[in-house]
Nanobody
Framework: QVQLVESGGGLVQPGGSLRLSCAAS????????MSWYRQAPGKERELVAV????????NYADSVKGRFTISRDNARNTVYLQMNSLKPEDTAVYYCKVRLRPTDDYWGQGTQVTVSS
């Protein structure tokens, strides 16, 4: 079965960095684009970054452009989100997602990122 397991979240001071990982299994990872989303308390889940199946193209929310970098290692079935220059407004639960079919999305359990001094 499809599994997505995020890790790497935690508490970090403003201006700090974190690297999130999402380990995938149960599908042919190298065939699918992968996405990172986040959901802050009281807000809707929002798209943060997307990477194509080969890693050749990426796209970012305006709020994270220049600070976050999405990447993937198809040999390890893992997608990453490098987050630099973190701000308090980046505080959220971060999820990875894969869309295997037009109406078939799979999500991880999420990892908490808290940016606070």
């Amino acid at each position: 079965q499809v599994q997505l397991v995020e890790s790497g979240g935690g508490l970090v001071q403003p201006g700090g960095s974190l690297r999130l990982s999402c380990a995938a299994s149960g599908f042919t990872f190298s065939r699918y684009a992968m996405s990172w989303y986040r959901q802050a308390p009281g807000k809707e889940r929002e798209l943060v970054a997307v990477i194509t199946n080969t890693g050749g193209s990426t796209n970012y929310a305006d709020s994270v452009k220049g600070r976050f970098t999405i990447s993937r290692d198809n040999a390890r079935n893992t997608v990453y989100l490098q987050m630099n220059s973190l701000k308090p407004e980046d505080t959220a639960v971060y999820y990875c997602k894969v869309r295997l079919r037009p109406t078939d999305d799979y999500w991880g359990q999420g990892t908490q990122v808290t940016v606070s001094s």
